[in-house]
């Protein structure tokens, strides 16, 4: 599924050399804004002497609030684009114990930690096992996957079959990996944290959804206008207005999921 999407989209988008870089500033959020439900739940897991690995973790969304929360925290991240977002953001706020790893995680040595998140990562793992194989030979404690029931590349089929004119091809989400993890022999809890828009916002108006979606970089810059009209043209049927702002449809009842496990396959 994962080769897939990705021959997929170097099809259709074309090859970039920092994918995430390009969009890295949408990632970035307060390090010291008040703690959404997943930063409680994360934060209620650490404990003062504790170094926290956040795998894949962006421009510090998820990590940099927990700086107060423990010792630690180290970014081990692939992407140039986010890593600097991610240093900008801890130079801002002034945070002086945190520290970005520029590498994969499968190319990552000599990094381990007492607690382990990998958040919104795993729909983006081809080789799924040796992955969590490595989380648990480095992890002294706990670990933590974050995912939404819907992944978010796999909330937008109507769009890309709109834009593109054919299926899009899906990534593996909570229903493959789960699976995975009975198989080797792990039986992690499955926390529902809540709704996955309490941690992002809605967009308010049309205009404010339709350039979030043009900004997601799964379209191609020469097809951008052409997306533009086409979701004006569509709108009522690509979004739907919700109380709290407008959601894309089939996407707007999509739950954030916390899935945890202490190493070696106990809950």
């Known amino acids: 599924m994962v080769a897939a999407r990705?021959?997929?989209y170097e099809r259709t988008r074309g090859p970039q050399p920092d994918t995430w870089g390009a969009i890295a500033s949408r990632f970035r959020a307060d390090p010291k804004r008040e703690l959404d439900p997943f930063l409680e739940k994360l934060a209620s897991f650490l404990r003062p002497d504790d170094v926290l690995i956040d795998i894949g973790g962006g421009a510090g969304r998820?990590?940099?609030?927990?700086?107060?929360?423990?010792?630690?925290?180290?970014?081990?991240e692939p992407s140039p684009g986010m890593v600097e977002e991610f240093r900008a953001s801890a130079d801002e706020a002034g945070i002086?114990?945190?520290?970005?790893?520029?590498?994969?995680?499968?190319?990552?040595?000599?990094i381990d930690g007492d607690v382990l998140l990998a958040a919104h990562v795993t729909y983006f793992v081809s080789e799924i096992a040796?992955?969590?194989?490595?989380?648990?030979?480095?992890?002294?404690?706990?670990?933590?996957?974050?995912?939404?029931?819907?992944?978010?590349?796999?909330?937008?089929?109507?769009?890309?079959?709109?834009?593109?004119?054919?299926e899009q091809a899906l990534v593996p989400g909570p229903d493959?990996?789960?699976?995975?993890?009975?198989?080797?022999?792990?039986?992690?809890?499955?926390?529902?944290?809540?709704?996955?828009?309490?941690r992002r916002p809605l967009p308010e108006t049309r205009e404010e959804a339709i350039k979030n979606e043009l900004a997601f970089?799964?379209?191609?810059?020469?097809?951008?206008?052409?997306?533009?009209?086409?979701?004006?043209?569509?709108?009522?049927?690509?979004?739907?207005?919700?109380?709290?702002g407008f959601a894309r449809r089939g996407a707007d009842d999509?739950?954030?999921?916390?899935?945890?496990?202490?190493?070696?396959g106990k809950t």
């Open 6 to 8: 990705q021959a997929q």
């Open 62 to 76: 998820n990590c940099l609030p927990m700086a107060n929360h423990c010792r630690e925290v180290v970014n081990v």
């Open 96 to 110: 002086e114990n945190a520290r970005a790893i520029q590498s994969g995680w499968m190319e990552a040595e000599g």
């Open 130 to 166: 040796p992955f969590i194989k490595k989380l648990e030979r480095a992890c002294r404690r706990r670990i933590i996957i974050d995912v939404l029931s819907v992944p978010p590349p796999n909330q937008s089929p109507q769009f890309f079959r709109l834009v593109y004119g054919e």
């Open 176 to 198: 493959e990996l789960l699976p995975v993890l009975d198989e080797m022999g792990i039986a992690p809890d499955v926390i529902e944290i809540s709704a996955a828009s309490a």
């Open 217 to 244: 970089g799964w379209i191609a810059p020469h097809d951008l206008d052409r997306a533009r009209n086409l979701f004006i043209d569509r709108f009522d049927e690509l979004w739907l207005e919700t109380r709290t």
């Open 254 to 264: 999509v739950r954030e999921l916390m899935i945890t496990w202490e190493p070696g």
